[in-house]
T-cell receptor, first 113, second 116 residues
């Protein structure tokens, strides 16, 4: 069965520090992978997605993610975190593109000044 | 970008009553809409998928008679929680997908339902 695991429930980083949020997936075929960010009062916003091709994907707001098939991972990274990045981050796997999304439990990011 | 709204953003109802949640795509036509449920500090769980003019497809374990979904137009889908009980209290999120925008799902801000 398809599943997504985000091992870190809560992460705290200092502003300006680098960030890596972990995501592992279980999927039988080539996965469609996504990272979303959820801020209070706002809908989930797509940060980036991977369908095929280059395994290093660039997204919005300075985020990037790397697809590693051998590790079944799709970790999200940012070289320098800003206070406005504090939010909940969800990794998701989709079948048939956006047809059906299965989300991880989410990682809540706190940013210290 | 594509905008999806939900109304109301927050609702309290008494046990046994029904409540309707609206999901609207404001600047695009949504051929497909999705309804998710999110428990506190947990992930989003897909409840059902609806295509405009068709019956919704429910995920396993979701009671279709309890969670009525209507997608009568290309810009509006509704979720009605019938005979609500406290265990139905949750955060309900919709998303919409149109033919434009690379088939991406655009998410609404969610509706907090509290059943007393």
């Amino acid at each position: 069965a398809q599943s997504v695991t985000q091992p870190d429930i809560h992460i705290t980083v200092s502003e300006g520090a680098s960030l890596e949020l972990r995501c592992n997936y279980s999927y039988g075929a080539t996965p469609y992978l996504f990272w979303y960010v959820q801020s209070p009062g706002q809908g989930l916003q797509l940060l980036l997605k991977y369908f095929s091709g280059d395994t290093l994907v660039q997204g919005i707001k300075g985020f990037e993610a790397e697809f590693k098939r051998s590790q079944s991972s799709f970790n999200l990274r940012k070289p320098s975190v800003h206070w406005s990045d504090a939010a909940e981050y969800f990794c998701a796997v989709g079948s048939g593109g956006y047809n059906k999304l299965i989300f991880g439990a989410g990682t809540r990011l706190a940013v210290h000044p | 970008g594509a905008v999806v709204s939900q109304h109301p953003s927050w609702v309290i109802c008494k046990s046994g009553t029904s409540v309707k949640i609206e999901c609207r795509s404001l600047d695009f036509q949504a051929t497909t809409m999705f309804w998710y449920r999110q428990f506190p500090k947990q992930s989003l769980m897909l409840m059902a998928t609806s295509n405009e003019g068709s019956k919704a497809t429910y995920e396993q374990g979701v009671e279709k008679d309890k969670f009525l979904i209507n997608h009568a137009s290309l810009t509006l889908s509704t979720l009605t929680v019938t005979s609500a009980h406290p265990e139905d209290s949750s955060f309900y999120i919709c998303s919409a997908r149109g033919l434009a925008g690379g088939n991406e799902q655009y998410f609404g801000p969610g509706t907090r339902l509290t059943v007393t």
